[in-house]
């Protein structure tokens, strides 16, 4: 009686493994991205036609990405920022590419509820985001407002000094 009973449970629990297994399968593959998204992993952005000054939005795995062709005098004011005065301290250098400091390169979403600020705004210049008032400087860092961290910059390379791949 002991192995018939023995039996069944081995028999009942091996079923309910697979049938939660068969259950879960779906519902796991669903949380993976879709193949559009995947097909945007990386995006190639040529910067030829880009002016000074000038900021274009590229979409880069479904998100908005600023690609940003700074000024002299909008580097300058980044760089002279005091860490102390940064709530996510980060440096100008930190956020650029060795020997192409002139482009910034940021996903353009608010760090805060997910809005889309709006570039060359705000009361230091950079990005302003209206929804909620959160205050970007020219280097994408947080200066005021609700936000908790700079604008999120992207993984990018340089792959000519004219073309950047982003992701």
């Not at 449970?9 to 697979?18: E, F, G, H, K, P």
């Not at 400091?101 to 709006?118: D, F, K, R, S, Y």
């Not at 947080?142 to 390379?157: F, Q, S, T, V």
Request: glycine share 8%.
């Amino acid at each position: 009686m002991t192995n018939r009973r023995d039996f069944i449970v081995l028999t009942a629990s091996a079923l309910t493994a697979i049938g939660a297994a068969s259950f879960m399968w779906p519902v796991i593959d669903s949380l993976n991205p879709s193949a559009d998204v995947l097909a945007l992993a990386s995006t190639e952005v040529d910067l030829t036609s880009i002016k000074e000054g000038q900021v274009v939005k590229v979409a880069w795995r479904g998100k908005p990405v600023f690609v940003k062709y700074r000024t002299p005098e909008e580097i300058a004011a980044a760089k002279t920022v005091p860490l102390s005065e940064l709530r996510d301290p980060e440096t100008d250098e930190q956020r650029t590419k060795p020997g192409h400091e002139q482009w910034l390169i940021m996903v353009a979403i608010c760090t805060h509820l997910g809005c889309i600020p709006i570039p060359d705004s705000g009361d230091f210049g950079g990005y302003f985001c209206p929804c909620h008032g959160s205050d970007y400087d020219t280097a994408g860092r947080i200066r005021k407002g609700p936000a908790p961290l700079n604008l999120i910059i992207p993984e990018y390379k340089f792959l000519t000094d004219t073309k950047i791949l982003i992701g």
